[in-house]
């Protein structure tokens, strides 16, 4: 029930050949909103940014390659890293550009040493923060309870159930800069980082861990005893995408931790987090498998649903509307001239050639 490694797990799910998201998005006019290839042919291209002038950073996760798309220009590789180590987390902000990576654990579904990055005037990538190392020492997630709470003594459960404290472990799943920090969400340590301008890290918020009511239906769908009906059982978070609002505020998407699938229903959410304080509010949920985050300036939310197969737009106040049906989107952008950009089919199938694209989106 632990989410260990998200990208393995997004890729084993795919790889599976369950059938997943919506039809692949369309290049021609009749599509409305109107989405159009920048480039396509990507291994995992999970996360991206985009600068005013229309340039593409965009990440291929699995192919642990950091790329940038300038318009009428082809694409050049920014960072290539060792093979088996995941390539994440892009933002830029001034021609700064940061990312993350994450080595190779023991086994496919545990995370190895993980680093922010950062790309300078020089050009070439340097590791800015060991975020493994912070995890190890802080482990801001160590005092929180999940699976199960309240197990009664003489209940007995599978060890899967077990109520555990986070564990030590950190995956990087998407970073924003401002002026003077560099905010990471770990997928992992189920938090949000700060990195200043003095090379240091600290704590902003650990997210809520997502409760749901253990029923007799959830306990006999899960091979839970009767004495676990009336429960709550209490997710991972797993924040995927941070962003800054007009606010000043962070918005956090998280998936939460758990089945991806509509089985539980759409757990997933968009929380607002104070950066001063850490104080966290739900603002947005009913969503599948948010990964991917865009804040307009009026406060409108785009959130990319992975395998709900659809990029849907909230206004503030409103529920989620489908935006655009588009197979597997991976991570959204907002240009400064309102241009919505997108990752898409952002997981390899063992059927068919690499097919990730980044798009742009317009009305």
Known sequence: MQRKHLVAAFAAVA???????????????????????????????????????????????????????KPGKSPKTLYQAPEGTEVGAVSERKGNVRFAITKPGPSEFENGPAFLMGIGDSGKARSLA????????????????????????????????????????????????????TFIADAAGNDILKYNR??????????????????EEVAAGAGLPECTVGLKYYFEPVPTDVERGPDGKLYVTTLPGGPEDPSLGARAAVYRVNPKTGNTKKVASGLLTATGLAVADNGTLFVAEL???RIVKIKPGSQPKTYLSTALPGDVELRGNGDLYATVNVLPSEEEPPDGRVVRIRN
Request: hydrophobic share 35%; with cysteine; charged share 20%.
């Open 198 to 215: 003095k090379g240091k890290l600290s704590t902003v918020a650990v997210l809520p861990a997502q409760p749901i009511l253990v029923t």
């Open 307 to 309: 395998f709900g197969g």
């Open 130 to 181: 060991n975020l493994t190392a912070y995890e190890t020492k802080k482990n801001p997630d160590g005092d929180v309870v999940y699976n199960l709470r309240g197990l009664p003594d003489d209940c007995e459960v599978p060890e899967d159930f077990q109520p555990y404290e986070g564990i030590v472990d950190s995956h990087p799943y998407a970073t924003v800069q401002t002026r003077r920090s």
């Open 15 to 69: 790889l599976a050949g369950t059938a997943l998201g919506g039809p692949a998005v369309a290049d021609g006019p009749s599509a409305k909103p109107t989405a159009k290839t920048i480039v396509g042919g990507l291994i995992g291209p999970l996360s991206l940014d985009v600068t005013d002038n229309g340039t593409v950073y965009y990440s291929q996760n699995f192919a642990g390659l950091l790329n940038r798309k």
